[in-house]
């Protein structure tokens, strides 16, 4: 019993986590404002399994421990072919449109911001992405990337 908890643990253990946003939200109410802090955050290990968290806490600490769970929850499994993706993908999320084409060994990753760190924690070495869609938003980015990589078909 002891043994299958321990390998539980060490399996936890190799995943990487990646902070993408830390904002602090307020909420106006009768007094005045409060204060709360919203972390995103990419937990992946990098062969495959992938997943996107958020929490909101009073301090920070608590945030990120609370996104790195949703994370850990929310965890998906892609099927890579070699270090890439098996074909092109494009998806959207609210007012995020991105793009995912595979490239040849060697090629590097070609994207920015978010779509780069969930790429990067998912294993991806060789591909082209693009954000097609105008927001600047982190959140929304990442989730675009998801959504596009849960359509990759089975090979």
Known sequence: MMRNN???????DDLKEKMLDLRRVTRVVAGGKRFRFRATLVVGDEKGKLGIGLGKGLDVQAAIEKAKNNAR??????????RTISHEVEAKFSAAHVIIKPAVKGHGLKAGGA??????????KDATAKCLGRTPNKLTNALATMRAL??????
């Open 6 to 12: 321990r390998s539980q643990m060490q399996k936890r």
């Open 150 to 155: 849960s359509q990759l078909k089975q090979l």
């Open 73 to 82: 929850k929310n965890m998906m499994k892609i099927e890579l072919k070699d």
């Open 115 to 124: 779509v780069r760190v969930v790429l990067a924690l998912a294993g991806i």
